[in-house]
């Protein structure tokens, strides 16, 4: 986690469901191929909403990383 | 005979109260993100939610918990929850959504398609929401 390199954070904490992964794809649809975005998410339903998208969206789950309160949820566009 | 089903989910949203109308949108939303098509046929009081004059000071809660409208309302105003409409118009932004009005609703209540949000984008009959429902994976009564 130390390493990555975040082109685009995105603060949804305190948004409720659907509204993080509304602003994962809005975030994927605006950063460059190759590019990583992060999702900052304090909705439970986040934890399977996001990876079962960017599965179907055919892009790269990085990893999901809890913290106090909210997780990171860390995509790349790869298309 | 048998036709391929096309990914879309089809609802029937007949309800206008303020509960129902954010289930609606979210689900609408959830089936956008996840590449379906998403069609909604309004009608009666689904309809009538969307009518300009309406659309944000109903306040209307599903009847049977009546009791709890109140706090609910409160609560989703505190923790700035979104509207249900705006929620609708995210999912068309990222998706295939239509959004159709009865036409029987319409005449019966003497109303226009101009007296709604634009997201009603048309008058529709049954028939061809059940066509369209009938080709579709998803059908919903709300």
């Known amino acids: 986690m130390t390493d990555l390199k975040i082109d685009k954070e995105i603060d949804a904490r305190g948004s409720f469901c659907p509204g993080p992964l509304l602003e994962l794809i809005r975030g994927v649809k605006s950063v460059q191929v190759g590019q990583t975005l992060e999702v900052l998410s304090s909705d439970p339903g986040s934890n399977r909403d996001i990876p079962a998208w960017i599965q179907k969206a055919k892009q790269e789950f990085v990893g999901a990383y809890p913290e106090a309160g909210y997780t990171r949820f860390v995509v790349r566009k790869v298309h | 005979m048998e036709e391929n089903r096309t990914s879309k989910m089809s609802i029937v949203l007949f309800s206008g109260t303020v509960d129902k109308l954010m289930a609606v949108s979210t689900l609408a939303t ?8 998403v069609d909604v046929f309004l009608t009666f ?10 659309i944000y000071t109903n306040q209307k809660f599903s009847s049977e918990f009546a009791e709890y409208a109140e706090a609910a309302a409160q609560a989703m105003q ?5 509207h249900w409409l705006e929620t609708l118009k995210a999912a068309q932004e990222i998706g295939d959504v239509h959004v159709r009005a009865c036409s ?19 008058i529709t009959g049954v028939a061809t929401f059940v066509e369209s429902a009938r080709t579709g994976e998803i059908t919903l009564f709300i």
């Open chain 2, 104 to 122: 029987m609703t319409m005449e019966l209540f003497g109303w226009k398609l101009e007296d709604f949000d634009p997201i009603v984008e048309d």
């Open chain 2, 30 to 37: 959830g089936a956008a993100a996840m590449g379906q098509e």
């Open chain 2, 45 to 54: 009081w689904g309809l009538q939610a969307f009518r300009k004059d309406q």
């Open chain 2, 78 to 82: 505190a923790k700035g929850v979104k």
